[in-house]
């Protein structure tokens, strides 16, 4: 492979280093400096995980070519600290609780550091604008904003150095005091190795062979010319699965790679381990396949009718799993409404987008324990069905939970440690591989689609009578967690309101999309934006407040669910109140607002966004140079 | 992925052009590298492999920026970042730092430059309004028979539609020169999905010389970007706003002209309304910047955008 040799100072430090001619910037620093800090999140400038400064100013360098850094004087999150110590900025994030996953907070703390540099006296506007560039998904910002804002003020004297310490707790009460994380100087310096940040003697690249086709048979395989190949070590599809192979959440449909068709656009079929990533490349180039195309489903109503293209075998029916809830009559229920409203709902895929794409190590150790190491949500379960899988007893399968860079329910399921486990068992070699953002978001599970049907009908003094709800969840290729992300849905579907009749049907339904799974709320939240969407509706009709008809409805201490657990606290009321209070909401039905609402433009209201903060600031900025 | 056998990094633009075209049809050129690796992912261009890449960025000539007669000449490899903290650009171009502000995120600005976003030549380039507004011509270099040739156009005529321009082969912009306007006030007005790192819907700039009683337009120019293939001047709205009083009637008025100019393929009527709001925002906010006294006459604009 071309390479070329790059003199530069790095932290301080002269490094003279071969590089191969077509890395970044940041895989130079990563793999050939082995400075693991800087992380890669999405290789295309998006994110922000990779920002570092070169010659003084900050750049993501996913985006700059190894050859620029040629002469260059790089810093890095590991040149922060150089004393052992953290910087004054890390440990106002320490201190802030602005780490929680941790992967972008390397990316972050440069940016923030950046932003001090250039301006000192930086206000909370600019701050917001400097870190434009960079992504977070766990901590919504906020938290992030007051580590840099603290920071300033102790770099400018406005605040004690003290101010970074951890505060007492009260009365030796933690509840409710500011706890600093205790994985957090971990996070902010740098330090914690994510499963992409791994490295084993002997480790080999993998790169995965997917499938560009939603629905098709394989009619052959041939990974024979990939295998011939200098630098592949070992090749594996279906084939090379020694045990019952399948896995889920619930129902084990997924083989580690496609069996005989494939479902999804993205499903593996086929996985190479090689000396190096690009080795590994164009050996799935290698791989030839035989095609018989077959009808796909994408539409999960047309699942659920006659003649539909079946998806699994097992499921003719292209059926998941149907949930049913019967509570009193409904009929009855509508009989005595004063009002019945029907509507229809739908929301779409979600990808959960943790900054850090799935990643993860398998190697063999001495005894012969086929290890994988990854950031998975559910290693115990993982452990079991990959046992089983390998047909192994489980005392030679161990699972390790690497650091979870943002998992969100996108983690849970098992979608690539089969496979890292079958090249390190055929290769004899520790194997390692890393997701693009592209691949995560094409192949990872979403949150489901749904299709909601509802029904509600209403006494004119806004008391629910009757619910009747039928949501269709589209599980994509295979059922991961639709099964509980369905029955959730349908317990929680008519929301935390005392209604006497109730009917509840979700169906969880197979279609060749990309497979749904686990995602924070887990089925509850499609339901739920229905079930209060219709109590909207519901308050504009009888020209009640939206509060109020929520009050007026509200489960209590002593009810019983629709699925008859009951409730031994309930704190819906306190709920409602706080969120009226705060939202400085005006009272009355939707109906009574006319073109100005007193609620809105106030404390707490949301400007619309205007850039150019560091235009109005009130301090000039002194020049880069003249800050140390 | 972008591989390459070779990275190369010339010094001088004799000696890039050179190597342009040594390696004919066998080189692509690299300047703030900010477009062509996320093009060559999976999605986009998918793996990509160019024999040479050469990295122009350390093209002496191409960094370079100087002032005379009236005339700002910005190498090709200038990155947007120079406009927010250069404080003679800010000076003479005023419309660019508002541009810069929205354009991509502190990082990318550092890298991204002028002639790599002009050459890229996308309908909904942030770059290409505002030097439409500033008169910019670009000049253009190659080596023919051992000697640079050079030649410069307008750039309205150097882009030619949705990825197209006026280069030929082993051709390189060298640098952009445009109007000073140290007199005036410059906007620029935007909007995307998000605030940072997105491509525009739309985008408008505008530039604004006040008469000395501060009430009335001297000069306008105003140019709009992502509403069709090619950015555009607005020279009718330019004409109507000379002279003219700085009211709200009137930047109503001037901005319900060239609602016909918005024939994108895709939401149509959205981009027509956002447009309408953008191009009075963008006039009232240059004749604030050029010093008038505007507050009362913008929440007149307010309640006109309502009605």
Redesign the interface.
């Known amino acids: 492979m ?1 390479d ?1 040799i790059v003199e530069a100072t790095v932290n301080g430090r002269k490094i003279k280093k071969i590089a191969q ?2 890395q ?1 910037l940041l895989d130079f620093v990563r793999e050939e400096l082995e400075l693991t800090g800087t992380k890669d999140g999405c ?4 994110c ?1 995980a990779c ?1 570092m400064f070169v010659d003084g ?4 360098s ?7 850094a ?1 002469g260059s004087e790089v810093e890095t999150i590991e040149g922060l600290g150089r004393t052992g110590e953290l910087s004054v900025m890390q440990k106002a994030f320490h201190k802030a609780g602005a780490s929680q996953c941790g992967y972008c907070i390397p990316g972050m703390v440069m ?1 923030a550091t ?1 932003a001090i540099r ?1 301006n000192p006296a930086v206000g909370d506007e600019e701050i917001k ?2 870190l ?3 992504i977070c998904r766990c901590t919504g910002y906020q938290k992030i904003f007051d580590a840099v804002g603290l920071a300033r003020d102790v770099m400018n004297g406005r605040l004690p150095a003290t101010a970074l310490d951890e505060d007492a707790a009260e009365g030796g009460r933690y509840i409710g005091a500011n706890v600093r994380r205790l994985d957090a100087p971990s996070k902010v310096s740098g330090a914690l190795k994510y499963a992409g940040d791994q490295v084993m003697p002997q480790m080999l690249h993998v790169q995965v062979l997917r499938s560009p086709h939603a629905h098709a048979r394989i009619v052959s395989i041939d990974t024979s010319e990939a295998e011939a190949m200098e630098g592949v070590e070992a090749v594996v599809t279906s084939a090379d699965v020694p045990g019952k192979d399948g896995f889920g959440v619930f129902v084990h449909d997924q083989p580690i790679m496609a069996r005989g068709k494939v479902r999804y656009v993205g499903e593996a079929i086929a996985a190479v381990a090689a000396e190096d990533l ?1 080795t590994a ?1 164009r050996a799935l180039q290698k791989i030839r396949i035989e095609w018989e195309q077959l009808a796909g489903l994408f539409d999960p109503d047309e699942a659920m009718q006659a003649g539909a293209p079946v998806v699994h075998d097992y499921a003719p029916d292209n059926l998941v799993k149907h949930i049913p809830i019967r509570k009193g009559d409904v009929e009855r229920g509508f009989a005595e409404a004063d009002l019945v409203i029907e509507e229809r709902f739908e929301t779409q895929q979600v990808e959960h987008a943790y900054l850090e794409p799935e990643a993860g190590i398998g190697y063999v150790d001495p005894d012969g324990v086929v290890t994988i190491v990854s950031p998975s949500q559910n290693i115990t379960h993982h452990r079991h069905m990959l046992a089983e899988i390998l047909a192994m007893p489980i005392n030679k399968v161990r699972f390790v939970m690497s650091p979870v860079g943002g998992g969100f329910g996108g983690k849970e399921d098992m979608i690539y440690q089969g496979m890292l486990a079958l090249l390190a068992i055929k290769s004899r070699r520790p194997v390692k591989l890393v997701f ?1 953002r ?2 995560s978001i ?1 192949t990872t599970a979403k949150r489901h689609p749904s299709r909601t049907s509802y029904r509600m009908g209403l006494t004119n003094d806004g008391r629910i009578v009757a619910s009747e709800i039928r949501v269709i969840y589209d599980g994509g290729a295979y059922g991961m967690s639709t099964e509980g992300v369905i029955r959730k849905g349908a317990i929680l579907a008519a929301g935390p309101y005392a209604v006497p009749n109730v009917k509840i049907d979700t169906y969880g339904v197979y279609t060749n999309n990309t497979p749904s799974g686990a995602f924070r709320s887990f089925g509850s939240l499609q339901t739920q934006f229905a079930t209060e969407s219709m109590l909207d509706m519901a308050a504009e009709n009888l020209g009640l407040d939206p509060f109020e008809i929520r009050r007026i409805n509200a489960m209590q201490a002593g009810d019983l669910t629709h699925t008859k657990q009951e409730l031994k606290s309930v704190s819906l009321l306190q709920c409602l109140d706080g969120a009226e209070k705060a939202s400085g909401w005006e009272t009355g039905a939707p109906t009574v607002r006319g073109a100005t609402r007193e609620d809105l433009d106030g404390e707490g209201c949301r400007k619309p ?1 205007r ?2 903060a ?2 109005h600031a009130e301090i000039p900025a002194p020049k880069l140079s003249e800050v140390a | 992925m972008l591989t390459c056998d070779d990275y190369l990094i010339p010094t001088s633009l004799d000696d890039a052009l050179e190597l342009m075209t040594r390696h004919s049809g066998r080189q692509r050129i690299v300047a703030g590298a900010t477009d062509i690796l996320p093009w060559a992912r999976e999605g986009r261009a998918g793996d990509v492999h160019v024999e040479h890449l050469i990295d122009i960025s350390k093209v002496a000539e191409l960094n370079e920026v100087s002032f005379g007669k009236g005339r700002v000449r910005l190498g090709a490899a200038t990155p947007f970042q120079r406009f927010l903290d250069r404080d003679d650009l800010v000076k003479a171009l005023p419309n660019m730092r508002h541009c810069a502000i929205w354009f991509a995120d502190d990082q990318i600005r550092e890298c991204a430059t002028v002639g790599g976003n002009l050459a890229n030549a996308s309908p909904a380039a942030d770059g290409t309004p505002p030097f439409l507004a500033l008169d910019a011509e670009i000049e253009l270099a190659r080596r023919e028979d051992g000697r640079t040739v050079r030649r410069r156009m307008p750039l309205s005529q150097f882009i030619t539609g949705p990825g197209g321009n006026q280069l030929v082969t082993d051709e390189l912009i060298v640098a952009i020169e445009c109007d000073a306007l140290p007199d005036y006030g410059g906007s620029f007005e935007k909007v995307g999905h998000r605030r940072s790192l997105v491509i525009a819907v739309a985008c408008v700039s505008a530039l604004v010389s006040i008469d000395r009683s501060g009430r009335h337009f001297d000069d306008v120019r105003l140019a709009v970007g992502g509403v069709g293939p090619k950015a555009l001047r607005l020279a009718d709205v330019e004409a109507l706003l000379r002279g003219a009083p700085i009211e709200a009637g009137v930047i109503d008025e001037a901005s319900r002209l060239p609602l016909d100019l918005v024939q994108s393929r895709t939401r149509q009527a959205y981009r027509r309304e956002v447009f309408r709001g953008f191009v009075s925002r963008a006039l009232a906010g240059a004749a604030r910047d050029a010093g008038a006294e505007i507050d009362a006459v913008e929440a007149e604009l307010e309640v006109h955008h309502h009605a």
């Open positions: 071309p070329m001619t077509h970044r290789g295309a400038g998006e922000g920002s100013r900050l750049v993501k996913c985006l700059v070519p190894v050859g620029k040629q940016a950046a250039v604008e400097r434009g560039g960079n690009l490349k693009t592209e691949e094409a966004c850039l150019g560091r235009f």
